[in-house]
T-cell receptor, first 115, second 112 residues
Framework: EPEVTQTPSHQVTQMGQEVILRCVPI?????FYWYRQILGQKVEFLVS????????KSEIFDDQFSVERPDGSNFTLKIRSTKLEDSAMYFC?????????????FGEGSRLTVL | SQQGEEDPQALSIQEGENATMNCSYK?????LQWYRQNSGRGLVHLIL?????REKHSGRLRVTLDTSKKSSSLLITASRAADTASYFC????????????FGEGTQLTVNP
């Protein structure tokens, strides 16, 4: 069964360092997402991406964040200069095009720990 | 932006019992979805109910939607220990573009 894959599963970094989280969405999907979940809290929307551009972003997704789909398969989230509060689980998700937002398929997540 | 709020925050039941979780939201929606998350894992889609539907079934799951009260419920019948997980509702609002907005979640524990 097709699935969304994310790497790395866990990354530890020092505050101020750049981090890139990688995702391979399901191949025929058209919408791509990043969500984050701080430990024990709700799942928060960061950004959605369609047709090679950001379609929507939240207030969390500030200038320190960027997304890219460099080669038609990978979908990356970059955090330029990490802060302690960026420590969270980051989930990539994808979906097919549909009327309204249909089912999202999530990866297993990348846990980011900022020291 | 709208927010889904689940209650209870935590629910502990015995195997074989039914579990009911509720979700409320604030603005008009296109559809409402329920997701499950095992500890430390990704979210898995369970069921989607559209704004013009009132009830939907899938196996041991039953979802209701009351748009006049802006609320939904998820019923899991004949629960099993393997149903232990967090359950989240997520809404696709008429004005929220392409995003799904998740609620706070209900932590369900099913004791064997």
């Amino acid at each position: 069964e097709p699935e969304v894959t994310q790497t790395p599963s866990h990354q530890v970094t020092q505050m101020g360092q750049e981090v890139i989280l990688r995702c391979v969405p399901i191949s025929n999907h058209l919408y791509f997402y990043w969500y984050r979940q701080i430990l024990g809290q709700k799942v928060e929307f960061l950004v959605s991406f369609y047709n090679n551009e950001i379609s929507e972003k939240s207030e969390i997704f500030d200038d320190q964040f960027s997304v890219e789909r460099p080669d038609g398969s990978n979908f990356t989230l970059k955090i330029r200069s990490t802060k302690l509060e960026d420590s969270a689980m980051y989930f990539c998700a994808s979906r097919t095009q549909s009327a309204g937002v249909g089912e999202l398929f999530f990866g297993e997540g990348s846990r980011l720990t900022v020291l | 932006s709208q927010q889904g709020e689940e209650d209870p925050q935590a629910l502990s039941i015995q195997e074989g019992e039914n579990a009911t979780m509720n979700c409320s939201y604030k603005t008009s929606i296109n559809n409402l979805q329920w997701y499950r998350q095992n500890s430390g894992r990704g979210l898995v889609h369970l069921i989607l109910i559209r704004s013009n539907e009132r009830e939907k079934h899938s196996g041991r799951l039953r979802v209701t939607l009351d748009t006049s009260k802006k609320s939904s419920s998820l019923l899991i019948t004949a629960s099993r220990a393997a149903d232990t997980a967090s359950y989240f509702c997520a809404t696709d609002g008429e004005t929220s573009g392409s995003r799904l907005t998740f609620g706070e979640g209900t932590q369900l524990t099913v004791n064997p």
